[in-house]
């Protein structure tokens, strides 16, 4: 399939994108914003099971601005043979169908790896389900916050004694969107060498526990079960947050030696080597106590000036930003993350851009806006070979 190129380090792939709500859609982000074709695959209008689900284009704009940009839109049913079989035009010339249906939904279609892989080889097949595509959850719905509780995440998160919390974001859905992208790169990869493409799978589940990190191999390894440290870290002290006469600060006092810098720093020279404060695993022990006598020091001057005087110590510091402050920080302004786009509607806003840069491909090019439902099903059909009239019978049998 050809279209108006666009640049960037993938501009040579034509992804099929069968995606909807956010984990699906993330993984996609990072192929459309790489200059890849992305063609997303939605219900036709008036054709049953359109989807309401949170991440929908009605239910939170700005979101959908964000999730959805630089792609172009068919609308297809394929719960109907003849939009299978467009489909299977579409497969014939793509590089990756990307999908996160509950696992037995594409084989009732007849769009599994297997079906679609026989018309296309080289296909790279993408799946991400909520628990994994077999196994004793397989047909479970898969939200973010169920991943969440049963990988262990709320486990850890909060403080102790107050029960478990769900973390700020929709971590799992991100995690399993960004780690589907990771195995179809490396796929795409293995192609050039193998000539073939493969199913990739992942899920919110095995995403999740594969971000516990030291958490899961304390149990693995050691087999100890680690509990809720609320903002602080599980294995050393003092970090995390500490009030200030003004606010708030993010300390990361890790080992001895930063240990020592940082009661030098706060002028209390004499806590680094008081009984029960002179080393880590002491200072654990004795964790309420340390926090107590560094917190009332740090009540003493402001965010601003502990932030001043704590790197020119050397201790890892940092302020707490509301959202709205994080993007008038001056190092965020520098790094330019938000990526401008001119809207029809909405007029001139931003977008979080990639946080990945490639030297090659500066994103000098704006974002194009996330495509109305079905904008651009007549130019794609027409690449096919369809006709006007075929395309107005298409139209009046909610197949596209």
């Known amino acids: 399939m050809t279209n108006t190129p666009r640049k960037g380090a993938l501009s040579r792939f034509t992804i099929l994108d069968a995606t909807r709500v956010r984990a699906g859609p993330t993984a996609v982000r990072l192929f459309a914003d790489m200059g890849a074709r992305v063609i997303k695959l939605e219900i036709p ?4 099971g359109g989807d309401d689900m949170i991440g929908g284009r009605d239910h939170n704009r700005a979101d959908y601005e964000n999730l959805h940009r630089n792609k172009e839109s068919l ?47 080289r296909l790279v097949y993408a799946s991400i389900s909520g628990f994994g595509q077999d196994g004793p959850y397989a047909k ?15 486990s850890v998160t909060g403080k102790p004694g107050e029960g478990p919390m769900r973390v700020g974001i929709p971590i799992a859905d991100l995690c399993a ?76 006092a890790i080992g001895q030696t930063m240990w020592t810098r940082l009661c030098e720093a706060l002028e209390v020279p004499h806590l680094v080597q008081a009984p029960g404060f002179g080393s880590d695993p002491e200072r654990c022990a004795n964790r309420e106590r340390v926090n107590a006598a560094v917190g009332e020091a740090f009540m003493r001057r402001s965010t601003a000036e502990w932030t001043e005087r704590l790197l020119k110590a050397g201790v890892p510091c940092g302020p707490i930003h509301r959202i709205d402050q994080v993007f008038e920080d001056p190092q965020v302004r520098h790094l330019g993350i938000t ?47 369809y006709g006007e009239q075929r395309i107005a019978e298409l139209r009046a049998a909610f197949i596209v």
């Not at 209008?45 to 049953?48: D, K, L, S, V």
């Open 75 to 121: 609308t297809l049913n394929m719960k109907t043979p003849e939009g299978v079989a467009i489909l299977h035009e579409l497969v014939r010339k793509a590089d990756v169908f990307i999908e996160n249906y509950r696992p037995d939904v594409k084989d009732r279609l007849g769009i599994g790896p297997e079906q679609l892989r026989a018309i296309n080889p």
């Open 177 to 252: 969107g960004h780690f589907c992208a990771q195995g179809v790169l490396a796929a795409l990869l293995e192609r050039e060498a193998t000539g073939e493409g493969q199913w990739v799978q992942t899920s919110l589940l095995e995403s999740q526990i594969a971000m516990l990190d030291f958490q899961a191999v304390q149990w693995l390894i050691d087999r100890k079960v680690p509990g809720q440290n609320g903002n602080e870290h599980p294995l050393t002290v003092p970090t995390g947050v500490f009030r200030t006469a003004d606010g708030y600060l993010n300390i990361a």
């Open 140 to 154: 479970w719905p898969g939200f973010d916050s169920i991943a969440q509780g049963m990988g262990g995440l709320m």
């Open 339 to 385: 990526w401008p786009m001119a809207h029809p509607e909405l007029g001139e806003v931003s977008l979080i851009g990639q946080p990945v840069r490639l030297s090659a491909h500066p994103r000098t090019e704006p974002p194009r806006p996330a495509p109305l439902q079905g904008q651009d099903t007549d130019a794609i059909l027409q690449e096919l070979g």
């Open 45 to 48: 209008p008036g054709a049953p």
